[in-house]
């Protein structure tokens, strides 16, 4: 079946500006996840969704960030005011439900802030 | 602050040879652990899970746990040039649902 998906797959904005960043999970995945990667490091949590409401957002760096999952499947993850410090891998993953399910990871969005 | 500890590497070894893959944790109350293969420009890609002490073996691939010394290791059997790639190890700690990355070992299989 088909697996986690996220658009764009590459993302160049100005410093400033605002930013939308889609995730779609895996179908029938109740969980799903957001993660930042920076260049050579592991992933580092930001938020975790269970169905609609933010289970756990405390990875969140700071308030410019915010993520929404309104319908309990696409969640979107918005950034306002970009710094180019946001510049990042940004992945999202899903598991089938909460606990420790395995985590399947999209193909990710590379954001660029010049 | 939970930490996963792994060596950057490179570690580098020849076609045909077993490649061994080290991680330890700080956190005691980690339940699940993964290792996830990494392609430079992608994604990580689930390899191996494991949740309890011993080995599990899923064909070329062998993941091992020692809760007790708080270590989980990867191993891969007859190495190819294409696992040459960074391996992540992941582990999830008592929350259950958030994972915490080690910053990943760079494997090269040298044909």
């Known amino acids: 079946g088909a697996g986690v998906s996220q658009t764009p797959s590459n993302k160049v904005t100005e410093k400033g500006k605002y930013v939308e960043l889609r995730c779609d999970p895996i179908?029938?995945?109740?969980?799903l996840y957001w993660y930042r990667q920076s260049l050579g490091q592991g992933p580092e949590f930001l938020i975790y969704f269970q169905g609609t409401g933010a289970a756990d957002d405390s990875g969140l760096p700071n308030d410019r960030f915010f993520a929404v999952r309104p319908e309990g499947s696409v969640s979107t993850l918005k950034i306002q005011r970009t710094e180019r410090g946001d510049s990042a891998v940004y992945l999202c993953?899903?598991?089938?439900?909460?606990?420790?399910?395995?985590?399947?990871f999209g193909p990710g969005t590379r954001l660029t802030v010049t | 602050q939970k930490e996963v500890e792994q060596n950057s590497g490179p570690l580098s070894v020849p076609e045909g040879a077993i490649a061994s893959l080290n991680c330890t944790y700080s956190?005691?109350?980690?339940?699940?652990f993964f290792w996830y293969r990494q392609y430079s420009g992608k994604s990580p890609e689930l390899i191996m899970s494991?949740?309890?002490?011993g080995d599990k073996e899923d064909g070329r691939f062998t993941a091992q746990l020692n809760k007790a010394s708080q270590y989980v290791s990867l191993l891969i059997r007859d190495s190819q040039p294409s696992d040459s790639a960074t391996y992540l190890c992941?582990?999830?700690?008592?929350?259950?649902?958030?994972?915490?990355f080690g910053k990943g070992t760079l494997l090269t299989v040298n044909p």
């Open positions: 179908s029938g995945h109740t969980a």
């Open positions: 992941a582990v999830n700690g008592g929350s259950n649902y958030k994972l915490t």
């Open positions: 993953a899903s598991s089938l439900t909460y606990g420790a399910d395995e985590q399947y």
């Open positions: 956190d005691r109350g980690s339940q699940s």
């Open positions: 494991i949740y309890s002490n």
